[in-house]
């Protein structure tokens, strides 16, 4: 009988048996019985049965094609070629089709006869069973530990640690007391409308620790990163993981499907946190673009030029004239050039000493507060059924929809009251002389001004007073005699 070796293993641990042990094992077995071993062993190792079919194991699909002719294959245990029933019999047809058997060691089956397939199919469907409820328990705990606000281990983002439970056994997330304020400080200038690549600039010149240690430096996908981590608005990841291998982007949720929310963990509220990520989202005028990207990107006055010869003005769009920078009207074809420095000036003029406010959060009191998680939970769910194609599971979540649109019908039927905060996020002059690149500017500048509208002026020569005369002011409240804080204004 001529024959080879195949052995697996996930993670070599104390209680796993070893891949040398599980050779040996199979080559007693072998010269037990008289049988030629024709060729090395074949070997995956670190790969785990549960996550990868026996088909996309590189040492089992070098078994299977090798060239060498052998009657058996002998594995230490059935569990060792695959945990799920299918993937078992799947793989040991492929070994038929060369006209060879499976033989387990522990297992004492040889597929070769009547009675070791039947034993084989039995043991194989317990061996499934067995993976499942491992896998349903380890589940149902870790869910348990996190409802209950105990880490599971693993990593957490810059800013937070893991540190003894205070009322317990375990371990709990807290914030890192030396590094949190470094991520405040990057959400307060993204809020103000700074770049990421300016706040990676600046964490680097101001020689703030990074994440990865002595040197290591900081770069735009690290702190956005720490910027989109749902940790900053005080929610704690929940990444099952997928069949795809990937891990899921989620986070811990209650019974009736909402996030569950830790105050002490955050620094800024989930609504405030999710209108951050939804300007990181939106191409706003180049500011999250790499430096050679956002050369090409709109100016200073991008969205705020307007026409001012028609009933309702029109948007005036940049462009370059004759080497010179303009903006053109769509639909009259007005157009002006070389008036952004003037602008500029008058911005600056009108802006000396007034602080830079912003509206930074909307609260919601009752129902309606939790309304936009609860859209961004259905969405969610919308597109995990879609994939989905196993019944029991499919009707899971058509339940989790229906409640959470009851909820939804709840929160609009009762919006509650709404209520604005504004907080000083600077001074303009000192914003301007800071900021590095168009976009942060762009983003000083729409605070201060809301239009600035372009009307025909005289014809000959045009010098700087012409131009002025043509330009008309919508200034933003905190401006020109209008207080400070836009909460007044209001």
Not at 175 to 189: L, N, T
Request: a negative charge; aromatic letters at 6%; one cysteine or more.
């Amino acid at each position: 009988m001529r024959c080879v070796i195949y052995a697996r293993l996930s993670v070599s641990n104390e209680q796993s048996v070893s891949i040398s042990r599980q050779i040996e094992s199979c080559q007693k077995y072998a010269e037990a019985r008289g049988w030629e071993v024709v060729a090395e062993p074949f070997v995956d190792d670190g790969v785990s049965a549960t996550q990868n079919k026996p088909g996309e194991r590189k040492g089992w699909k070098a078994l299977v094609t090798s060239a060498e002719r052998y009657d058996r294959v002998i594995i230490w245990k059935l569990d060792r070629l695959a945990r799920r029933v299918l993937d078992f019999h799947l793989a040991n047809q492929s070994l038929e089709e060369r006209g060879a058997a499976l033989v387990a060691v522990e297992n004492s089956i040889d597929m070769g006869t009547p009675d070791g397939r039947l034993v084989a199919n039995v043991l194989a469907s317990f061996a499934e069973y067995e993976a499942a409820a491992i896998s349903a328990r380890v589940a149902a705990a870790r869910t348990h530990m996190l409802l209950n606000g105990r880490s599971v281990g693993g990593g957490v983002p810059y800013g937070w640690r893991n540190v003894s439970n205070p009322d317990g056994p375990g371990m709990v997330i807290a914030k890192d007391p030396e590094r949190i304020g470094y991520v405040e400080e990057m959400v307060s200038r993204t809020l103000a409308g700074r770049s990421i690549y300016s706040t990676a600039r600046w964490l680097s010149e101001a020689s703030v620790p990074t994440p990865a240690g002595a040197g290591a430096t900081w770069g735009h996908s690290t702190v956005e990163r720490l910027l989109r981590h749902p940790l900053v608005a005080g929610m704690v990841p929940f990444n099952p993981g997928r069949d795809d291998k990937r891990r899921g982007d989620g986070v811990l949720r209650g019974n009736d499907g909402l996030p569950v929310v830790r105050d002490h963990l955050a620094v800024i509220p989930v609504a405030r946190w999710r209108a951050m990520l939804a300007a990181l989202d939106a191409p706003q005028d180049g500011r999250n673009l790499p430096r050679a990207l956002a050369a090409k990107s709109s100016g200073v006055l991008s969205g705020l030029v307007l026409c001012g010869e028609h009933e309702e003005p029109e948007r005036m769009y940049r462009g370059v004239r004759n080497g010179s920078t303009s903006y053109s009207c769509p639909e009259c074809h007005q157009s002006m050039t070389n008036f952004e420095h003037i602008v500029v000036e008058d911005f600056l003029t009108a802006a000396s000493g007034q602080a830079r406010w912003r509206l930074t959060e909307e609260v919601i009191d009752g129902p309606g507060a939790m309304l936009p998680e609860i859209e961004v939970r259905l969405a969610e769910l919308g597109r995990e059924i879609a994939g989905e194609r196993d019944r029991e599971r499919r009707l899971d979540l058509l339940d989790q929809i229906d409640a959470l649109q009851e909820l939804k019908a709840d929160a609009e039927a009762a919006p509650g009251e709404v209520r604005y905060e504004s907080e000083p996020v600077g001074f303009f002059e000192d914003d301007w002389a800071a900021a590095t690149d168009d976009a942060e500017r762009r983003a000083i500048v729409g605070d201060a001004l809301v239009s600035v509208t372009v009307r025909r002026g005289s014809r000959g020569r045009m010098t700087d007073g012409k131009r002025r005369a043509r330009l008309e002011y919508a200034w933003a409240p905190g401006l020109h005699g209008y207080p400070h804080d836009p909460l007044e204004a209001a």
